[in-house]
């Protein structure tokens, strides 16, 4: 009997062993009775539909791996599967299959491809579907199964949770990713495993919260997957764990990935989220990581920084002060951290998303945040029909282009959040402006240096700073800078508000070139001006600067100073009252930099000599994202120093 699973990838997603996928298949190859009987196999491509279906070969059963990346292609290509397989079983499993009945009713209804869908955890049911199969029967016994019988779809008994994950097979250890590796190895560079499965909270936004329980794989399994990652080369390494560091053992876990990267120099990074509120532990787990010079980004998800809103969600068990210490302590210390927001969660108000930002943007130099629209996932209770009336939300289902140049084949989309009770369309569209603007001046350090100088040294609120900031946006007058990224942010809105992409070409791009992310798109207006910008940002806040106003203006020509632009690649000195450099390096909070004349000289990095301008942004984005040098900086006592040359100091207004 021949089985191929499907897990496509997604067009914005980065390649990776398909973990979902490898189970199902791993364990049913486990199984005594369907391993000598079936040939197994697994398809990752996304190529033109003809191409895909031609791959299975003449399947008996198909298994499609849904997700909200992947789900619309993998659909289009079960329709063309059935056409051309009449007598196969297609099944489909993952998170954009829905569980509840009427709506895997519908589901099925919409699509007459497919026979039959699994619920939640898909291991034991797909094997017992694939048992089925071989027996010439059905598979009404098994729980957490919609199997369409004739005319009739057949619901099965709830699922039930997989609470032996050491009986389930791994395809670390099997040879099904040897396989899909060999055959793949210019595609994949990263492997996601997991350690522990299901999360005992209960964020409504979210479909983690359906598991619950937290249940380990057995830790002899997880050394030796580990192992095999570090022994195939691959040196990029992301957990599926919900909550890394709940268990006791995680740090053990920690310090075994500490172990390869000396012997081994693998890996090289390693992506996780953090359990919520054990900070001791957490911190534990950061300092094995950095300290074995393993690369990784401690993401600290809190959504928002509101009481209300965290209630609103079912998030309030979760102590949003933990991750603040923490990221201070990794802030510190140095190690990269970010928060995670959501804009459009019940009980946000324009007011409290910006005090939300303000709180997401401390002055640590490697902390960033991101930013998600909120996004309607199958199976999670915001996702509801009782959760869409309670909150009133409103949605539009956006076209999601790749803004990674792959080709889609089939486009997917996304159900955003555009409206709540809390947060009318109109609220919502002040918010997703002040939210990205924020998101560009912080996160693509377009003005990091002066929010810190403002806030930290100048003693302004930070959530005043940001609001005079979408201020600026609203009143910018015509041919402005501002103006330019006041319309940006709109046509980015007025797209979704639409039901169109939710990614656009840059301004100013032929229509049909690669989409861009909305911060981006800013961005790159600002470069492109910037020292118009920098003039005006500094006009905008004029009335918050004038305690200031010395120290003001050297946070402007700072910021100038050390923000590369295209074909500006002459090294740069510029003395200064105050020490800029030593006082941001080590993290900007306190009085200011301390007054002590020095030169600073500033060299800009190779990139700024690419041919075009477009590709200069491209690439300079690409770099602050990543978090590695825009240029070198250097800077010592300006009277035993001899200035290359010398730029004035940009005045705080226009």
């Not at 401390?362 to 909150?391: K, M, Q, T, Y």
Request: one cysteine or more.
């Amino acid at each position: 009997m021949r089985v191929v699973v499907s897990q496509f990838e997604g067009i914005d997603t980065t390649p990776v062993l398909p973990l979902a996928a490898g189970v199902l298949v791993a364990t049913a190859r486990a199984d005594a009775e369907l391993g000598p009987a079936c040939e197994l196999a697994i398809e990752i491509e996304r190529r033109p539909i003809a191409e895909a279906v031609a791959a299975y070969r003449d399947p008996d059963v198909l298994g499609f791996s849904l997700y909200p990346w992947s789900a619309r292609y993998a659909l289009a290509v079960a329709a063309a599967a059935r056409a051309a397989y009449p007598r196969a079983l297609l099944v489909a499993g993952g998170p954009s299959v829905p569980r509840r009945p009427d709506e895997a009713r519908a589901f099925l209804a919409a699509h007459p491809a497919l026979d039959a869908l699994v619920f939640a955890e898909g291991e034991v049911a797909f094997r017992e579907l694939l048992r089925a199969r071989l027996r010439g029967g059905d598979a009404r016994h098994q729980a957490g199964l919609a199997l369409r019988l004739g005319d009739e779809v057949v619901i099965t008994a709830p699922p039930e949770r997989v609470l032996d994950l050491g009986a389930t097979g791994s395809p670390f250890l099997d040879g099904t990713f040897d396989a899909l590796l060999a055959s793949h190895r210019a595609r994949i560079a990263m492997a996601l495993l997991e350690t522990n499965r299901g999360c005992p909270f209960s964020c409504t936004f979210c479909d983690w919260s359906l598991t619950k329980k937290v249940v380990e794989f057995p830790l002899a399994r997880v050394e030796a997957e580990l192992a095999w990652v570090v022994e195939h080369g691959l040196s990029h390494l992301m957990l599926a764990d919900a909550n890394f560091g709940i268990r006791p053992r995680d740090t053990g876990i920690a310090r075994g990935l500490a172990a390869h990267r000396a012997r081994t120099g693998r890996p090289a990074t390693f992506y996780f989220y953090l359990t919520k509120n054990d900070h001791a532990r957490n911190l534990e787990t950061i300092d094995i990581l950095h300290g074995a010079g393993i690369g990784t980004w401690v993401g600290l998800a809190v959504q928002d920084f509101d009481a209300g809103v965290l209630a609103a969600v079912e998030r309030d068990n979760i102590q949003t002060g933990e991750a603040s210490a923490l990221r201070a302590i990794c802030g510190a210390r140095g190690i990269p951290t970010f928060n995670e927001l959501i804009l459009g969660l019940p009980g946000q108000t324009y007011a409290s998303i910006a005090t939300t930002l303000a709180e997401a943007t401390p002055p640590w130099p490697r902390h960033d945040f991101v930013l998600f629209l909120c996004r309607l996932i199958d199976n999670a209770e915001l996702g509801s029909p009782a959760s869409r009336a309670r909150h009133g939300l409103e949605t539009r289902r956006c076209r999601w282009p790749s803004s990674t140049g792959v080709e889609a084949i089939v486009e997917e989309t996304q159900e955003l959040v555009v409206a709540t009770r809390d947060l009318p369309i109109a609220a919502w569209r002040q918010a997703y402006r002040l939210c990205f603007l924020t998101a560009a001046l912080y996160n693509l350090r377009l003005l990091r240096v002066v929010m810190h100088a403002v806030v930290e040294a100048g003693g302004v609120p930070r959530r005043t700073l940001l609001l005079a900031l979408g201020d600026a946006l609203a009143s910018a007058p015509p041919g402005s800078v501002y103006a330019a990224l006041s319309a940006t942010l709109d046509r980015y809105a007025d797209s979704i508000l639409a039901s169109g992409p939710l990614v656009l070409p840059a301004p100013g791009a032929d229509p049909a070139a690669t989409p861009v992310p909305v911060d981006d798109a800013l961005a790159a207006i600002a470069l492109d001006r910037y020292d118009e910008f920098l003039v005006e940002t500094a006009a905008a806040l004029a009335p918050l600067t004038a305690s200031a106003p010395a120290l003001t203006a050297e946070a402007f020509a700072y910021q100038r100073l050390i923000t590369p632009r295209w074909q500006a690649a002459a090294p740069i000195s510029v003395s200064f009252g105050h020490d800029w450099p030593r006082y941001l390096a080590s993290g900007a909070t306190g009085a200011g930099p301390a007054v002590a004349s020095t030169l600073v000289r500033f060299a800009p990095p190779s990139y700024v000599d690419v041919a075009s301008a477009a590709d200069f942004v491209t690439t300079h984005l690409a770099v602050v994202r990543t978090r590695l040098d825009v240029g070198v900086v250097t800077a010592e006592a300006a009277a035993v120093a001899r200035p290359i040359r010398r730029l004035n100091v940009l005045p705080v207004s226009g």
